[in-house]
């Protein structure tokens, strides 16, 4: 049975995002240019959908429950000329938790935790904030995601569960993972066991 293509994309830029504040469950709106993100990307999966022969219509569309994914969903199914509320969520797709440290810039976070700062910066994957999620928690769940999804679909997540998946499928190592940026406005497409950036 073919394995089915993942157009993922992240949620575009929050004020959060730009003052470099760690969000994870927390409910932060998008920004101005992160709703051009938001649009930028869904003429990129347009373009896409074109040059694979895809019809975008047919195809299912899932979010992250936070709002600035489903934000990113409605804009992008928008310009894509779709029903904006026409997609699902799945809780599976949220970013992953930051416990206590939510809110916090890195530098407030070391301040007030500088131990497990300092042990989650050696090892990201597996060291949590009190209250948060680890990395490796997160790429389960991801995996979890992956193997219910039956055809090709598009995604709209997160920084934290795109690196997930990307170990979950064995594209990235987790201490790789950890340190990749995930670009904002770009669409991720994990296809048959390789991952391509389109933006």
Known sequence: MPVPTIY????????????????GTKDVPLNARGRGQ??????????????????????????????????????VRGKLELPPAGYSLDDRLREIGYGVWEGLTLAESESSDPEIYARRLADKWTVAPSGGETYAAVQLRMLDWYESVLVDTVAVAHGG???????????????????????????YVFREGRLEKFS
């Open 8 to 23: 993922f994309l992240r949620h575009g830029e929050t004020e959060w995002n730009a003052l470099g504040r760690l969000q």
């Open 38 to 75: 938001a649009v930028h990307a869904a003429g990129v999966l347009a373009d896409l959908f074109r040059r694979d022969r895809k019809d975008g219509a047919a195809m299912p569309y899932v979010s992250s429950p936070l709002g600035r994914a489903r934000q990113t969903m409605e804009l």
């Open 161 to 187: 569960t795109c690196r997930a998946l990307m170990v979950a499928l064995g594209i990235e190592t987790p201490a790789s993972a950890a340190e990749l940026y995930i670009e904002q406005g770009a669409v």
